[in-house]
C-alpha cells in the first residue's frame, strides 16, 4: 500500500466512524425523545389513577383501576426497552444500587462498589460484536447469530 493509499484509506477509516457517530447520535436523540414521550404518559396514567382512586375513597365506591394499572406496565415495558436501546448505543449499563452509568463489561460499579448486572447479550461469532439477547442477526456484519 503506498503512502498516499495508506492516507486516504485513513480519511475513509475516520469518515466512517464519523458518520457511525452521527448515526449513534440521531439515534440517541430518537430514543431519548421516546423515553420523554413514554415518561410523560407515565406521569399522565399515575395522575388518572391518583384521581380515580380519590374520587373513589371520597365516594366511598370501590373504583375500578385495573385498565390504568395495566397501562402503566405496559409503558413500563416500553421505558424498558427503549432504555436498553439507549444504554446500547451509549455503551453502558446502569448500577442497581445507585443508578450510575457504568461502562459495559465492568464487574463492579466505580461508584458504589456494587456488583454490576450484566445485560442479556450475545455475541457475534464473526466479528465479536456484542449484540441484544435474541439477536437473529449482526448489526456490525450481517452475520446470522447461532
Ligand atoms: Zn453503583
Ligand atoms: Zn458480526
Redesign the pocket.
Known amino acids: 500500500m503506498s503512502f498516499i493509499d495508506k492516507i486516504s484509506s485513513g480519511v475513509t477509516e475516520a469518515g466512517n466512524s464519523i458518520s457511525q457517530k452521527a448515526k449513534d447520535i440521531s439515534e440517541q436523540t430518537k430514543l431519548s425523545g421516546e423515553i420523554a414521550k413514554n415518561k410523560a404518559r407515565r406521569d399522565e396514567y399515575i395522575m388518572q389513577l391518583g384521581e380515580a382512586y380519590y374520587q373513589a375513597h371520597k365516594n366511598g365506591t370501590e373504583g375500578n383501576f385495573d385498565e390504568l394499572m395495566e397501562q402503566i406496565d405496559l409503558v413500563d415495558g416500553i421505558l424498558d426497552n427503549l432504555k436498553e436501546g439507549l444504554y446500547q448505543i451509549k455503551g453502558i449499563v446502569i ?1 442497581d ?4 452509568e ?1 461502562p459495559r463489561g465492568s464487574a463492579f ?1 466505580p ?4 456488583q454490576v448486572r450484566q445485560p442479556a447479550s450475545v455475541r457475534c461469532a464473526k466479528c465479536g460484536t456484542e449484540l441484544a439477547a435474541g439477536s437473529r442477526f449482526c448489526i456490525k456484519c450481517g452475520a446470522r447469530i447461532e
Open positions: 448500577c444500587q445507585c443508578g450510575t457504568v460499579c461508584s458504589c462498589g456494587a
